[in-house]
């Protein structure tokens, strides 16, 4: 079952909100494989370029980073890399 999505509004921008709210709600934790284009176009029912447009979105907002031939994976967050550094 796809979430539904308001039509209105950029798809590849929802798309993103909801990868962002699973890595905060630790659904996708550090470290974690996110969705792939072609999982994501079929669990949302959209285009791969939609897809594509969403992490790299969420790529430029340092949310996951991208590992060649290996997929998305969730990014270390700023603030534990921080509190790391103090230690």
Known sequence: M???LDRTRPVWRQVAATIATRIADGEYPVGARV??????SA??????STAQKALAHLKSEGLIR???GL????????ENASAEEDA
Do not use: T
């Not at 997929?71 to 700023?78: K, L, M, Q, T, Y």
């Open 2 to 4: 796809s979430p539904e």
């Open 71 to 78: 997929g998305s994976f969730v990014a270390e967050r700023p």
């Open 35 to 40: 969705p792939s284009v072609v999982e994501l």
């Open 66 to 68: 991208a590992e060649v």
């Open 43 to 48: 669990e949302f029912g959209i285009a791969s």
